[in-house]
């Protein structure tokens, strides 16, 4: 294993200015540590973008330092990486300890007063391995990579990728397979697995929930911890909207994460872990791609009654920091825990009067069921059938009529033609509109997983293409008319998607 770091004596410059506000402040859920060794470092990708958006100099990571810090293996001077502690609930049974087995927090950057994680994953083992490579694979970051930018593309809250560097080892997977490192930004990596962890700690629990709050919901730092605890209640409340919002965003793009475990449900209400992850091609509440998913458990349609159930352990977690008796507590959070289901069914309603051209609107809750149902019945793509409403009403009924027999969908279209009139929309106004919302390219399964085989025997072009295609999502090009294509369903039939790789 890797030597605790002396970032003392690293004289790395290639990443300045990093913080370590949670290492100093919260030292005990965190382990001073060090990345492997890279034998052959090679930077697959860099979001140039994201990186200028930090201040960091792109010159700088892509030099030899760049890449060193970049696949972890020397540490920027004066940094004081760390594996972080946490715990979870993981398919409902509870892990007392997880914590970054193959990840290392590099430490904090901020801009315009944004405080942000710098992170990487895959950089070797660590004192929570439990018998894990710490390493990683080229594919699955990649993939990692490729939907984090997709989700951000598509104004979905979400870690963000910076880089994607091969290792220059092998790593037995499916095989052996080239090793990556994959650095990413986030918010924070605070997880209500962290608050599982910290609540058995005891005294840190406290200055964690501080911590987070004023580093995601500064505006209730001035409520009183004491008493009633209300700002504890407050922050559980903000958590509980930012992630209702959240799973509404996934629920409108059918995104299907694929192991909402509690270690992976962020506080600051960011997507997190993009292992498992897949889009839906045709909409079927049932659909489910992982592996080792075998009951269902994280089925597109049961992502927010699952977040709510993640909701439910964080609340448990702050029960001593409120109230005066433990049924004091217990009443106070199942009061917000409560206002869930209105959060969400709030945001999605207001997500889909959007996607059909309704935006600020309320819509009859049976157009939007029927519509579903309707989906799923005729296996229409979930993507694709928005497009195609808004063409319907260009007078284009090419893509509708590919999608579903007319005499199945005329009178829903009746209705729905009725609601836009009603509230006094245009038919041309209305489809630009819902244009805007629903995305023409997502990462189609079948595309990413040939773009990463390929990427895997060492052929980028192809990832490269789709990660440019998928961070425009809107942006209809007569030559990108591939990849608006479902997969077929031979392929469909067989895939899966697999954690931890
Ligand atoms: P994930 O499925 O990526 O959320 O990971 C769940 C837990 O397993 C985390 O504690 C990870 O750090 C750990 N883990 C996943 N893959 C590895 C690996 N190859 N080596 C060590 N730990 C791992
Ligand atoms: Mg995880």
């Not at 390493?135 to 979905?156: D, K, N, T, W």
Request: one cysteine or more.
């Amino acid at each position: 294993m890797a030597a605790i770091p002396d970032s003392t004596v690293s004289t790395n410059t290639a990443v300045a200015g990093l913080e370590s506000t949670f290492a100093d402040e919260l030292g005990a859920l965190t382990v001073p540590w060090q990345g492997a060794p890279a034998p052959d470092p090679t930077l697959l990708v860099l979001n140039e973008q994201l990186a200028a958006s930090l201040r960091l100099d792109v010159q700088a990571l892509r030099s030899e330092d760049g890449v060193g810090v970049l696949s972890g293996s020397t540490a920027p001077a004066g940094a004081k990486p760390v594996a972080m502690a946490y715990a979870g609930h993981q398919f409902g049974g509870y892990a007392p300890l997880l914590g970054d087995g193959r990840a290392l927090l590099l430490g904090e950057l901020t801009n315009s007063g944004q405080r942000v994680d710098l992170h990487l994953k895959g950089s070797g083992r660590t004192p929570f391995s439990r018998g894990g490579d710490g390493f990683a694979v080229v594919g699955p970051m990649l993939r990692e990579y490729l939907v984090s930018e997709a989700m951000y593309a598509l104004g979905i809250p979400t870690t963000r990728a910076l880089s994607v560097v091969a290792t220059g080892q092998h790593v037995y997977r499916h095989g052996a397979e080239p090793g990556a490192v994959l650095a990413r930004v986030a918010a924070s990596h605070l997880r209500v697995g962290t608050f599982e962890y910290a609540v058995r700690q005891g005294e840190v629990l406290q200055p964690l929930a501080d911590y987070a709050i004023a580093r995601h919901y500064p505006e209730l730092t001035e409520l009183p911890a004491g008493g009633d605890g209300s700002r504890y209640v407050a922050f559980f409340e903000a958590v509980v909207e930012a992630q209702a919002s959240l799973v509404a965003k996934w629920m409108l793009t059918g995104f299907v994460h694929g192991v909402m475990n509690t270690d992976n449900t962020t506080v600051s209400g960011e997507t997190i872990d993009y292992g498992p992850c897949a889009f839906l091609d045709a909409f079927d509440p049932a659909a489910v791609f992982s592996s080792i998913d075998h009951g269902g458990r994280y089925a597109f349609g049961n992502q927010p009654a699952v977040l709510k159930w993640n909701l439910a352990r964080f609340a448990e977690t702050l029960l001593t920091l409120i109230g005066s008796t433990p049924d004091d507590a217990i009443a106070a959070v199942s009061a917000v825990l409560d206002t869930f289901d209105e959060r969400y069914d709030g945001h999605y309603a207001a997500g889909m009067a959007a996607k059909l051209g309704l935006a600020g609107k309320a819509i009859d809750r049976s157009v939007v069921d029927d519509l579903l149902t309707l989906l799923e019945e005729s296996s229409m793509d979930w993507t694709g059938s928005f497009r195609a409403l808004a063409d319907e009403l260009r007078g284009n009924s090419t893509p509708l009529d590919g999608l579903v027999p007319r005499e199945r969908i005329g009178p829903w279209l009746e209705r729905w033609r009725g609601a836009l009139t009603k509230h006094g929309r245009g038919a041309a106004e209305t489809a630009d509109a819902m244009d805007c919302v629903n995305p023409l390219y997502i990462p189609r399964n079948h595309q990413l997983d040939a773009a990463l085989r390929a990427a895997t025997d060492g052929e980028l072009a192809p990832f490269e293409k789709l990660l440019e295609v998928v961070t425009h999502p809107f942006d209809r090009r007569d030559e990108w008319s591939d990849y608006t294509t479902p997969a077929p369903p031979s392929f469909s039939k067989t895939f899966q998607t697999f954690c931890g790789t």
